[in-house]
C-alpha cells in the first residue's frame, strides 16, 4: 500500500512563504501524476497545482506567479513552494499522487492521498 508523507504546513504572515513536501513510499513502480489540493472550512476541495511524469505543471489562476510545484523522482517526492502567502491561501492542503504499484500478481494502479497539512496564513 503506497502512503504519503506530507510536512511544511503552519502558521505564516501574510507576505510569508511555505514549502510543503509530500513523500510517497511503498511498492512503487511508477507514479504518473502528482498534485496538491487544498480545502478550506466551508469549501470544496479544489486542486492548486499539477505535474505529470513529464513535467507539465497546471495551477489555478490564484496562485500563478506565486506558487511552484516540482518534483524529485529518485526520492518519490513532491514539493509545493508557496510565495507572496495571503489569508486566502489559508487552508489544509493535501497531496495526491497517481502511479503504478506491485500488486499481487501484477501491477495495480494506486491513487493515494496525504493526511493534510494545515496552512494559515495570518498576521
Known amino acids: 500500500q503506497v502512503q504519503l508523507a506530507e510536512s511544511g504546513g503552519g502558521l505564516v504572515q501574510p507576505g510569508g512563504a511555505l514549502r510543503l513536501s509530500c513523500a510517497a513510499s511503498?511498492?512503487?513502480?511508477?507514479?504518473?501524476?502528482r498534485g496538491w489540493y487544498r480545502q478550506a472550512p466551508g469549501k470544496q476541495r479544489e486542486l492548486v497545482a499539477s505535474i505529470t511524469n513529464g513535467g507539465g505543471t497546471t495551477y489555478i489562476n490564484s496562485v500563478k506567479g506565486r506558487f511552484t510545484i516540482s518534483r524529485d523522482n529518485a526520492k518519490n517526492t513532491v514539493y509545493l513552494q508557496m510565495n507572496s502567502l495571503t489569508a486566502e491561501d489559508s487552508a489544509v492542503y493535501y497531496c495526491n499522487v497517481v502511479g503504478l504499484q506491485i500488486g499481487g500478481r501484477d501491477f495495480e494502479r494506486f491513487d493515494a492521498w496525504g493526511q493534510g497539512t494545515q496552512v494559515t496564513v495570518s498576521s
Open positions: 511503498g511498492a512503487i513502480v511508477s507514479i504518473n501524476d
